[in-house]
């Protein structure tokens, strides 16, 4: 007899995501003549950067030439993507990140889902809510959730809430936790942590031996200059951190798949005999078992966003989802409705109207805009009453989008 994981069983039927978008094909194919304008999942618009196709075009010939064909590469991904990483990202900011403690992957979603592997099934999590799903259900497959409560919480998780009182901002939890899972600028609320705040963090972490679990997947969107891009620009975080991030909003690379995860060589985790582990050591290993790399063509793509026109290049796309936020941000405003976020992320978190449930939201929302957007509840019981819509359509739609909720008087 197959025995499964029992965990998959206590698993909600389906992902946030793919629950959505099975709603909004059933919508179609009820009412085929609406035109949607799909601002749910954070999925890009815009084309990969000119910088990157060309260097893709030239590792496929690479690719297809005896002499510079490539078969598997390093695991932990290619020098040359993770000298670019250490320079740009970090050197440039004063941050002193070692290539091999960087980490290259198909992206932030499997890093944050995968990292649990390294760490014991005991440790207590915390969470914010609402919070990136893939946090919760990861932690769900390896049994460090216990069981579902009538409230769509489960019984082991912390939920740290963010909500309008705490100006979204989760508070230090009483109860300690061993992992504590941190994205900023955020997902879904699109709000952030002030040098200060996320300092506050760092320290909790540290004094109380806690990990930092630290999604940075939208630094990219930051313009405020108090908001820190890295979680290492905090004095202690190499102690305490490990950071993830993404190239999918960062440049556009939702369909190709490449990201990384900076694991600190001062990270030390115990074992059940109380013996130190390095976690770097540890996540080398898990991925030396479990995954052969990031293709070379995706990784070659990837260091052309660090030339200067692949700066250029990422920094107007970047520009362009802004302008989206700040339009969706005063439309709905102009349209009676309160919104967070959106100036240093491409999500705006709407609350919903006269006290509408976040999944009546989103009937009216598709039924009489035909725009897609994801119910702030999706992630988790904070989110109720809430509504997550992405900058991430074209400019063109964007505009559409506000006028039909201007219009419709929702
Ligand atoms: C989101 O919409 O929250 C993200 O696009 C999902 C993801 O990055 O996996």
Redesign the pocket.
């Known amino acids: 007899m197959i025995r499964v994981n029992d965990n998959f069983s206590k698993l909600q039927e389906s992902y946030l995501?793919s629950e959505i978008a099975r709603k909004v094909k059933a919508f179609e194919a009820e009412h085929p003549e609406a035109s949607i304008i799909r601002m749910g999942?954070?999925?890009v618009t815009l084309p990969i950067c000119e910088a990157s196709v060309k260097a893709m075009h030239k590792a496929v010939d690479e690719m297809g030439n005896r002499a510079t064909f490539h078969g598997y590469g390093p695991e932990q991904g290619y020098a040359f993507l993770a000298e670019c990483i250490s320079k740009y990202d970090y050197a440039e900011r004063g941050i002193a990140i070692a290539t091999d403690e960087i980490f290259i992957s198909d992206g932030?979603?499997s890093d944050t889902g995968n990292i649990g592997d390294i760490l014991s099934t005991d440790n207590l999590v915390a969470v914010t809510d609402p919070v990136?799903p893939?946090y919760v259900d990861s932690n769900v497959m390896a049994g460090r959730a216990g069981t579902l409560t009538e409230r769509g919480t489960w019984s082991n998780i912390m939920y740290m809430p963010c909500n309008a009182e705490n100006g979204f901002i989760p508070a230090l939890p009483a109860a300690i936790p061993d992992m504590i899972y941190l994205c900023y600028p955020n997902?879904?609320t699109g709000t952030t942590l002030t040098r200060s705040q996320l300092k506050a963090w760092v320290d909790y972490a540290l004094e109380n031996k806690a990990l930092l679990l630290f999604d940075s997947?939208y630094e990219a969107f930051i313009t405020e200059d108090d908001v820190p891009h890295s979680i290492y620009e905090i004095e202690g975080a190499r102690r305490c951190a490990i950071e993830f991030r993404s190239f999918?909003k960062t440049a556009g690379f939702?369909g190709l798949r490449c990201g990384y995860t900076v694991v600190p060589k001062e990270l030390i985790g115990y074992d059940s005999e109380g013996r130190p582990m390095m976690l770097n050591k540890l996540w080398n290993r898990r991925q030396c078992t479990k995954f052969n790399g990031a293709s070379y063509v995706t990784q070659r793509a990837a260091e052309a966003i660090y030339t200067p026109e692949g700066r250029t290049q990422v920094r107007e796309a970047i520009a362009y989802y802004l302008r989206n936020a700040l339009i969706l941000r005063s439309g709905l405003a102009a349209a009676g409705l309160e919104a967070v976020g959106g100036v240093n992320a491409p999500y705006v978190w709407v609350k919903t109207p006269r006290g509408m449930t976040s999944w009546e939201f989103f009937a009216k929302l598709l039924g009489e805009c035909h725009i897609v957007g994801?119910p702030g509840v999706g992630f988790g019981p904070s989110g109720e009453g809430y509504f997550r819509l992405?900058a991430f359509n074209t400019y063109e739609l964007t505009l559409e989008a506000v006028e039909r909720i201007k219009n419709f008087r929702l």
């Open positions: 995501f999942i954070g999925d932030a979603k990136y893939v997902n879904p997947a999918s939702t994801t992405t």
